[in-house]
Antibody, heavy 122, light 106 residues
Framework: EVQVVESGGNLVQPGGSLKLSCAASGFTFSGSAMHWVRQASGKGLEWVGRIKSKANSFATAYAASVKGRFTISRDDSKNTAYLQMNSLKTEDTAVYYC?????????????WGQGTLVTVSS | DIQMTQSPSSLSASVGDRVTITCQASHAISNYLNWYQQKPGKAPKLLIYGASNLETGVPSRFSGSGSGTRFTFTIRTLQPEDIATYYCQQYDDLPLTFGGGTKVEI
């Protein structure tokens, strides 16, 4: 059974930092690109960034809104991906989802976690 | 960035109705388009990938079509459990982008 579980969400002050974790099981994590997608309350889905597999040099990419502040990493020995968030702003308040980009010739987010809430507020 | 414009933003239909949602891309994206369903408080769920391919386990009343810049998502006969918000998403280029969503109500 596939499981994707995010953790680490919390209340943090503007300018602060937070690190989210995404623990996965039930699929070949090491061969998968992992992405983060966020959703502010009552709003739509926003892609945050991704990290590719070791075979693809752990390449990362980020949305312009978080570039330079957020860093995605992974530890394949723990089947876990991370989202390090620095210099947080109130507009970063959202539920953060971790998701796998499945690839059988078509790229699609096939496995999702339940999300973890990050609230940036003083 | 590729902008994805979904319409309508919301709709109300009756059980058994045919429901159609459109998604327009600002640039041609071939068939690199997915559709997701999201129920309140839940993570999105993949329904359609590659514009027209039904994800395993998804009921056949859901379908997708289109290529280039214009795409259509259809629920053939609306069921009560289909009440949700539906999103399109392109994977032709980074940043990956989603449509604004279509909230389907009964």
């Amino acid at each position: 059974e596939v499981q994707v579980v995010e953790s680490g969400g919390n209340l943090v002050q503007p300018g602060g930092s937070l690190k989210l974790s995404c623990a996965a099981s039930g699929f070949t994590f090491s061969g998968s690109a992992m992405h983060w997608v966020r959703q502010a309350s009552g709003k739509g889905l926003e892609w945050v960034g991704r990290i590719k597999s070791k075979a693809n040099s752990f390449a990362t990419a980020y949305a312009a809104s978080v570039k330079g502040r957020f860093t995605i990493s992974r530890d394949d020995s723990k089947n876990t991906a991370y989202l390090q968030m620095n210099s947080l702003k109130t507009e970063d308040t959202a539920v953060y989802y971790c998701t796998r980009l499945g690839d059988n010739g078509d790229y699609r987010f096939d496995y999702w976690g339940q999300g973890t809430l990050v609230t940036v507020s003083s | 960035d590729i902008q994805m414009t979904q319409s309508p933003s919301s709709l109300s239909a009756s059980v058994g109705d045919r429901v159609t949602i459109t998604c327009q891309a600002s640039h041609a994206i071939s068939n690199y388009l997915n559709w997701y369903q999201q129920k309140p408080g839940k993570a999105p769920k993949l329904l359609i990938y590659g514009a027209s391919n039904l994800e395993t386990g998804v009921p056949s009343r859901f379908s997708g079509s289109g290529s280039g810049t214009r795409f259509t998502f259809t629920i053939r006969t609306l069921q009560p459990e289909d009440i949700a918000t539906y999103y399109c998403q392109q994977y032709d280029d980074l940043p990956l982008t989603f449509g604004g969503g279509t909230k389907v109500e009964i």
